[in-house]
C-alpha cells in the first residue's frame, strides 16, 4: 500500500524490477519497454563506467520513471563515478550504438503496451527490418508491405528458417555489408545457425528469391520512393556551444548562462551543477563534487526541464558527468582540460611549463616497428633514416632546391618535401607541404596541385601532409637531422634582391638530430627565455646565448646548428655574463621570460575518428565511438583526431566528391571545433592500403590484409554455410544466380573492355562457377578467400585472372 506521501504512480514505480537480459539477447530491444546498460571498459588507470537508461517509444511514464530511477540507486552504488546517459529509441548516441557491433534491432511489444515479447528463437517468425546506418546499424520493425520500402536502404525480411536480405539499388557496399553482418547475426545468434540467408542485390537475377518475397508480401505496385536521409547535426550547431549555472530559487529552478564558446574548464565551479549546451544536439549535465545531494539527484529531471524549457525535441541526448569523471565527449568541448595527478601516457617525449619549454625525452626509434602505437604516440612514421628531396615552388612551379641547403626554411617561401622509406622490403613516401607564412595565396595554391602531380607521379600512394610554418610535426624536423631551420621571412631564391638583416636573433630547441629545431625570432632581448640557447648573428661575431635553465645537450645542437647560420667567429656567453656589444646588438636590455620550470598537469586527448560528408551543403560529422579498423569503409572518407594533428583516410572507392572536399572539411572541422582549436594544426592525407604507422598505431590491432576479403567474398561464406547446414536448395541456388557465373573463357586473360558488363575487374575469379573455381584455383571459394592478400594475388595472376 503507498505511503500518504507517495502517489499511485510512485508506488507502481518501486514494484517495478530489473531484469536481466542474456547475452544472446543484447542489441534487441522492446519498443515497449526501458532498458538498463551497464558498460565497463578497462584503461591503464582502472575502468571507465557508463549508465544508460533507453527509453522505448511506447513505453509508459512509469517505466521511463523507474528506468531513471535505479541509474541513480546505481551510481550511488557505484560510488558517483558512471557517466550516465539517457537514450531514446532512433536517437542513441554514438557511445550506445558502439557497443552493439552487429546492430541494434527494435522489437513490436513490451510488458506495458500488453504485447508480449516474440521470442525470436522460435521458426514461426514473419517480420519485415528496415536497416539504417553504416557505422552503427539499426534495424526497426516495420509494416509487411512493399510499402515500407525505398530505393536507398537495406530490408531484412526474416521467415524464421530464411533471412532474405534486400538490397535497395541506391545502396552502398558499406550499407550491403552492414546488413550482411545483422542477418548473419540473427542466424547464428538467435537460430543457432540453423537457417539460410538470401541476398537479392539486382531483382532481375534472383527470380527465386523475388518469388518468395512476392507469395509474402503480394504483388508490388508502383515504384519504390527514395530513402529518407537522417536528420543530423551540423558542425556549426554542434559548435554553439554554452554553459549554464543551474540552482533553485523559491522552490524554482533558474538556469543562467554564463559563457559561450571557447568554454575554460575553470568556469566549472566544485559547489555546483552546470548544464553544458551543445546547440541542442546534447546537454550535458555537470555535477560538482562538493554540490548537494539533491542537487545531484535531480540531475536528469533537470536536464528534461532545461529541453523542455529551450523547446527542444523530446529525444534530445542527455549525458550526467561528474566532477573528476568527466567523459573524453564532454572534455574535448573545452579549450584545454587537465588532469591532476595523471599519469603521462605511452610515447608521451615532453612535458610543458608556463613559458612554453619543451622538456626532451629520448626514445627508442628502433622500437616504432615493433610497436606501432608508439609510433603513433611519437609521431614517427620511421626512424628518419630515408631519402629526402626539396622543391621550392618558384613562378608556380617545382624548383630543385640545393641538397647544402637542404632543412633551411624561409618564411616567404612554399617548398615540397618527398621523403621516400622501406617498411619490410616496401617503398612508402610521404609528401610534405611546408607553407610559409608570408607566401602568397598563389604560391600556397601553386604547392597544393604541385603536390597532387607529385603524387600522381608515385601511383597516388604518398602520404600528404599540409605543414604550416611553425607548426612542423616531429618526424618532418627528424629527417633534418637537427639542421631544421626555419628564417622568418625572405626567400631562398637566387634572384632574390633584398639584403639579409644585419642582426639575426634564433632560438634552438632540442636535445638531438630527432627533436631539434631552430627559429627565427625578433632581434630584440624580450625574445630571449631563460630556458633555452639562443644565436644572436652579426657582422663580427655569432653569440651561443646559454639560459640558466639549458642543458648541455641542447648547447651541443646548438652549435651545430651555429655553424649553419653564420661563417663568423662563434662566441659563448652565460646568462648574466653578457658583453655590452651583446646588448647593443639587441637594441638594449629588456625584461624576458625568466620563469623557473615547473610541471602542469598532463593534457591528454582521446583520438576520435569520424565520417565525413559535405554534399548537401551542410559540413556533417558522424563520429564512431570506440572505433576500430573495421569502421574504414572503402567508400568512405574519414577524419582521425589526435589533437596534434588531423588526418583524412580516404579509401579506395570513395566519392569523388568528398575526396576532392577533404583538405576543406578538415580545415572546417577545425574552424567549428568548440574547443576553438588552432587553424594550423597538421592535415595528413592518408591513402587506403598504404598508411603510415603514425596512422596505424591509433587503432588497437591493425590488419594489414583486412580488405583482401570484399562483401561478395562474405556472400560466399553464406553460400558456403547454407550448404554446411543442408539448407534448401533453392534459396542457395537463387543467391548464386544473382552472383551470375560465367565460363572461364569470357574471364581468363581478358581486359577490362572485354569483361561481360556488370563484371568487377579486380574479382574475375569470384564470377567462376564452383567447379570452373575449384577446377583452376584446386580449392573452394571459401577456402581462396582465407588466404592472405598476398597469395590469392599471386594465385589469380598464375592463371590469368589478376
Not at 539460410?196 to 518469388?211: A, C, F, H, R, V
Request: aromatic fraction near 10%; charged fraction near 25%.
Amino acid at each position: 500500500t503507498p505511503s500518504r506521501t507517495q502517489t499511485p504512480s510512485q508506488s507502481l514505480r518501486q514494484k517495478m524490477k530489473m531484469v536481466p537480459i542474456p547475452e544472446k539477447a543484447y542489441g534487441g530491444f522492446f519498443e515497449g519497454d526501458c532498458y538498463i546498460i551497464l558498460y565497463n571498459k578497462k584503461t591503464s588507470n582502472g575502468f571507465i563506467t557508463d549508465l544508460h537508461y533507453w527509453i522505448g517509444k511506447d513505453s509508459t511514464q512509469d517505466e521511463q520513471g523507474a528506468a531513471a530511477f535505479y541509474v541513480t540507486q546505481m551510481d550511488d552504488m557505484l560510488g558517483g563515478s558512471p557517466v550516465q546517459h539517457r537514450e531514446v529509441e532512433g536517437h542513441e548516441s554514438e557511445a550506445f550504438k558502439s557497443y552493439f557491433k552487429s546492430g541494434i534491432i527494435y522489437k513490436k511489444g513490451g510488458v506495458a503496451s500488453g504485447f508480449k515479447h516474440v521470442e525470436t528463437n522460435m521458426y514461426n517468425i514473419r517480420r519485415l527490418l528496415h536497416v539504417k546506418g553504416k557505422k552503427h546499424v539499426s534495424a526497426t520493425e516495420v509494416e509487411l508491405s512493399w510499402d515500407s520500402f525505398n530505393k536507398g536502404d537495406v530490408f531484412l525480411l526474416d521467415l524464421g528458417k530464411v533471412l532474405i536480405q534486400w538490397n535497395g539499388p541506391d545502396c552502398n557496399i558499406a550499407e550491403k555489408s552492414r546488413g550482411l553482418a545483422l542477418a548473419r547475426s540473427i542466424r547464428d545468434d538467435e537460430r543457432g545457425g540453423r537457417a539460410q540467408i538470401g541476398i537479392i542485390d539486382n531483382e532481375k537475377d534472383s527470380p527465386d528469391l523475388m518469388q518468395i518475397m512476392k507469395t509474402v508480401l503480394g504483388e508490388r505496385r508502383g515504384a519504390l520512393g527514395a530513402a529518407t536521409p537522417d536528420e543530423k547535426a551540423d558542425e556549426l550547431q554542434k559548435a554553439n556551444v554554452r554553459l549554464y549555472h543551474v540552482y533553485e530559487k523559491d522552490d524554482n529552478l533558474v538556469v543562467q548562462e554564463i559563457a559561450t564558446r571557447p568554454l575554460t574548464q575553470d568556469l566549472l565551479q566544485h559547489e555546483d551543477c552546470h548544464i553544458l549546451d551543445q546547440g541542442g544536439f546534447k546537454i550535458y549535465v555537470w555535477r560538482g563534487k562538493d554540490s548537494s545531494k539533491e542537487e545531484k539527484r535531480a540531475a536528469f529531471s533537470r536536464a528534461v526541464g532545461f529541453i523542455q524549457a529551450k523547446g527542444y525535441s523530446a529525444t534530445t541526448n542527455v549525458e550526467v558527468v561528474n566532477d573528476g569523471a568527466e567523459s573524453a565527449m564532454f572534455k574535448q568541448l573545452f579549450k584545454r582540460w587537465t588532469e591532476k595527478e595523471e599519469t603521462q601516457g605511452l610515447g608521451k617525449v615532453y612535458t610543458t611549463s608556463k613559458i612554453a619549454k619543451v622538456e626532451q625525452v629520448k626514445f627508442d626509434v628502433s622500437q616504432l616497428h615493433a610497436r606501432p602505437e608508439l609510433a603513433a604516440e611519437q609521431r614517427m612514421a620511421d626512424d628518419a633514416s630515408g631519402k629526402v628531396e626539396v622543391w621550392r615552388i618558384e613562378d608556380l612551379h617545382m624548383q630543385p632546391v640545393d641538397p647544402r641547403t637542404y632543412g633551411q626554411f624561409y618564411g616567404g617561401d612554399c617548398y615540397l618535401v618527398l621523403y621516400t622509406y622501406l617498411t619490410s622490403g616496401r617503398t612508402h613516401y610521404i609528401i610534405y607541404m611546408w607553407q610559409g607564412r608570408h607566401a602568397s595565396v598563389d604560391e600556397i595554391t601553386a604547392c597544393a596541385f604541385n603536390a597532387v602531380e607529385l603524387d600522381k607521379k608515385y601511383g597516388n600512394e604518398p602520404v600528404q601532409v599540409r605543414v604550416t610554418m611553425g607548426r612542423e610535426p616531429q618526424h618532418f624536423l627528424a629527417i633534418f637531422k637537427g639542421s631544421l631551420i626555419i628564417y622568418e621571412g625572405g626567400t631562398s631564391r637566387t634572384q632574390n634582391n633584398e639584403p639579409e638583416p644585419v642582426v639575426r636573433l634564433f632560438q634552438v630547441r632540442g636535445t638531438d638530430e630527432i627533436n631539434t629545431k631552430t627559429i627565427e625570432v625578433p632581434a630584440r632581448a624580450s625574445s630571449l627565455n631563460s630556458n633555452d640557447v639562443f644565436l644572436l648573428t652579426t657582422n663580427q661575431v655569432c653569440y651561443l646565448w646559454c639560459g640558466k635553465g639549458c642543458s648541455g645537450d641542447e648547447r651541443e645542437m646548438a652549435k651545430i646548428v651555429a655553424n649553419i647560420v653564420s661563417k663568423r667567429d662563434k662566441q659563448t656567453v652565460l646568462e648574466g655574463q653578457e658583453p655590452v656589444e651583446f646588448w647593443a646588438a639587441l637594441g638594449g636590455k629588456a625584461p624576458y621570460a625568466s620563469d623557473k620550470r615547473f610541471q602542469e598537469p598532463t593534457v591528454r586527448y582521446q583520438p576520435r575518428l569520424f565520417e565525413c560528408s559535405n554534399q548537401t551543403g551542410r559540413f556533417i560529422m558522424t563520429e564512431v565511438v570506440g572505433f576500430c579498423q573495421d569502421d574504414l569503409d572503402e567508400d568512405d572518407v574519414m577524419l582521425l583526431d589526435t589533437w596534434e594533428e588531423i588526418f583524412l583516410w580516404i579509401g579506395k572507392t570513395s566519392n569523388t566528391y568528398e575526396r576532392n572536399e577533404a583538405i576543406s572539411s578538415a580545415k572546417d572541422y577545425l574552424k567549428t571545433h568548440p574547443a576553438g582549436r588552432d587553424l594550423a594544426t597538421p592535415i595528413i592525407m592518408v591513402k587506403q592500403g598504404y598508411e603510415p604507422l603514425t596512422f596505424t598505431g591509433w587503432f588497437s590491432a591493425w590488419d594489414p590484409y583486412k580488405w583482401s576479403v570484399s562483401y561478395w567474398e562474405i556472400c560466399v561464406s553464406c553460400l558456403t554455410s547454407n550448404y554446411q547446414n543442408n539448407n534448401a536448395p533453392s534459396v542457395v541456388s537463387a543467391v548464386t544466380n544473382g552472383n551470375g557465373a560465367y565460363p572461364r573463357e569470357v574471364l581468363i586473360n581478358k581486359t577490362v573492355d572485354e569483361l561481360p558488363e556488370g563484371v568487377d575487374p579486380a574479382k574475375k575469379e569470384y564470377y567462376l562457377s564452383d567447379a570452373d573455381f575449384h577446377d583452376i584455383f584446386g580449392r573452394s571459394k571459401d577456402e581462396f578467400y582465407q588466404m592472405p592478400r598476398w597469395k590469392q594475388q599471386n594465385e589469380k595472376k598464375q592463371h590469368g585472372l589478376f
